[in-house]
């Protein structure tokens, strides 16, 4: 057998033709939903919501429901409960999602040993990609397509929503909808992900694109292709090579995600990215005037409208007096609002109360400051 053969071998078996396939619709939605929980810090969320899927399954089968439907309805139930339970009370939402999470999955083996189903527990736990049948890859496209149409059209609100709520909400944004939106999103890419890769490792898939991009990128659509290119190149390789080393196929996903994120964080470049100090790359002058404008309108409206301590960071104002020329009219009022702070504002906080500095006696900044805003009209 030559070279050739030997390299072409797994594409000769349909199982094999069915994985790869499966892995890689499935890579399409986890890759472009870790973005946006890499960016809304939802790491332990999206852990949250792939274990809690686990009675969900159990129950589905006891009833003989589709046990996809159960595992949506379960992730549902637990991104609700940790809404409810974070809102009426005074626990922290990663303790609440601890304890959801944890209960939910503790209650679905006890389901499971109680009940007994005909399903593997390995195949929920860990997936069973090589048993993908033709529905399953059905089932998984209609949720990829679904996934990216919503992202395609709310990709901007989503943005928004995951950098700064209270920003989107003044914009006139649905918040509870977004928020929403995005779980439910969430709980279907898990679903999909059910078959491919199991509960256990779900969370891989929708986390380390989004990581491994955040340190090869400056922008967010930059941010998705890279994350969209290293999710279906690292599940195909995996299920791939799991041929040749006959070691399961979800794992080997896993693996080499890890392997590139700890290459790419390890890295120069990824160093410089992951501190915040890589600026020759991803920020060219018209892209640098960009982070400029959003970036002093955002302190603009906190300094504005929040009252609370607050400084500029050192990168916008590095920003403003570098391109500052190329702002406009009104972008150069409202950099020059802040420029006209940074002396005090890098060295001291601003205090929303009022109340002045012992130390700099002479620093005063009223809660509404209207007076200083005239200058931006």
């Known amino acids: 057998m030559s070279l050739l053969d030997t390299l072409l071998s797994p594409f000769q078996f349909g199982f094999m033709i069915n994985a790869l396939t499966m892995t890689t619709l499935v890579a399409i939605p986890c890759a472009l939903l870790s973005c946006f929980l890499v960016l809304k810090g939802w790491a332990l969320m999206g852990d949250a919501m792939s274990h809690a899927v686990f009675p969900g399954v159990v129950i589905a089968w006891m009833v003989g429901l589709p046990l996809g439907l159960g595992a949506f309805v379960a992730g549902l139930f637990c991104a609700f409960a940790t809404g409810y339970l974070q809102d009426n009370s005074r626990i922290k939402r990663d303790t609440v999602m601890g304890i959801v999470f944890s209960g939910m999955f503790g209650a679905g083996l006890v389901l499971y040993v109680y009940l007994k189903p005909d399903i593997h ?48 909400q003044v914009s006139g944004l649905n918040v509870k909808l ?76 896993v693996v080499l995600s890890a392997l590139v994120f700890y290459r790419r964080l390890y890295s120069s470049h990824g160093q410089a990215a992951a501190n915040g100090s890589d600026k020759r790359v991803f920020l060219n002058p018209r892209g640098a005037t960009q ?49 006209d702070d940074v002396q005090a504002a890098v060295a001291l906080p601003i205090f929303g109360n009022g109340a002045s500095d012992a130390n700099q006696p002479g620093l005063h900044y ?10 931006c009209a």
């Open 291 to 339: 982070v400029t404008v959003y970036g002093t309108k955002y302190l603009l409206f906190l300094h504005k409208y929040q009252g609370r301590a607050m400084s500029y960071t050192i990168d916008i104002i590095s920003c403003i007096t570098d391109r500052f020329v190329e702002l406009t009219a009104t972008e150069k009022r409202i950099a020059q609002f802040i420029l």
């Open 366 to 375: 009223p809660l509404c400051p209207r007076h200083r805003l005239q200058r």
């Open 178 to 253: 977004l928020n929403y939106g995005l779980l439910c999103l969430v709980s279907l890419t898990i679903v999909a992900a059910l078959k491919a890769v199991g509960i256990i490792l779900a969370i891989s898939l929708l986390i380390a694109p989004g990581a491994i991009a955040s340190l090869l990128t400056r922008t967010f659509k930059g941010m998705m292709l890279v994350a969209l290119g290293q999710a279906i190149v690292t599940s195909f390789l995996g299920v791939y090579l799991s041929f040749f080393i006959d070691s399961a196929p979800a794992p080997t996903i």
């Open 121 to 168: 527990l390995d195949h929920i736990l860990f997936g069973d990609m090589l048993g993908v049948s033709y529905s399953d890859i059905l089932q998984t496209g209609a949720i990829v397509l679904l996934t990216v149409v919503v992202v395609g059209l709310k990709w901007r609100d989503l943005l928004l929503h995951a950098f700064d709520p209270i920003q989107a």
